[in-house]
């Protein structure tokens, strides 16, 4: 029986498992969402929720304990100064977890997990009109900047044969 047993193994020894879960978290803050297995992206998630909780107090020992488990400065800061303000509102789940199917070698199930104040950048969608001003613009300076780039190489070549001839 599995009674009080908290957390999967996955396999692994402990070292590993935590070296794994570290970069998955920092990997999660960085990209604001990861591909990965279910069963990962499971334990993951509560990994990700205890961390943004330590980042809400915003306290310097809890940068401390939060560098301690992701050592990494950058992501640190990124979750003490962009992630962590967004959820302040919120008591809990700050990650969600979509089911993609399997994966293709070995059957695995795999999952998306996110932050829930993840958003896509939406690109912005171009008439006809600036797309074509775009490719124009593109195209035609180059053929220019490559002629003039010629004749600029060989004026000096040209004016280098002279002074020679001039000395001889």
């Given at each position: 029986m599995r009674h009080r047993v908290a957390g999967?193994?996955?396999s692994r020894h402990t070292k590993h498992r935590e070296l794994m879960f570290r970069n998955m978290l920092v990997s999660l803050f960085q990209h604001e969402r990861i591909r990965t297995t279910l069963a990962k992206g499971k334990e993951l998630r509560s990994l990700a929720d205890?961390?943004?909780?330590l980042a809400k107090k915003n306290t310097l020992h809890a940068r401390r304990l939060a560098f301690a488990r992701l050592r990494?400065?950058?992501?640190?800061?990124?979750?003490f100064d962009e992630i962590a303000p967004k959820m302040k509102d919120r008591e809990g789940g700050y990650t969600r977890i979509y089911k993609m199917g399997w994966r293709q070698g070995d059957g695995?199930?795999?999952?998306?997990?996110?932050?829930?104040?993840?958003?896509?950048e939406k690109e912005k969608k171009k008439s006809t009109v600036e797309?074509?001003?775009?490719?124009?613009?593109?195209?035609?300076?180059?053929?220019?900047?490559?002629?003039e780039k010629k004749e600029d190489q060989e004026k000096p070549a040209k004016a280098k044969t002279k002074k020679k001839t001039e000395k001889e």
């Open positions: 999967r193994k996955l205890k961390i943004i909780s990494n400065e950058t992501i640190v800061k990124k979750l695995a199930p795999l999952s998306l997990v996110e932050l829930v104040t993840y958003a896509p797309k074509a001003k775009e490719v124009l613009g593109k195209v035609a300076p180059k053929k220019k900047e490559k002629k």
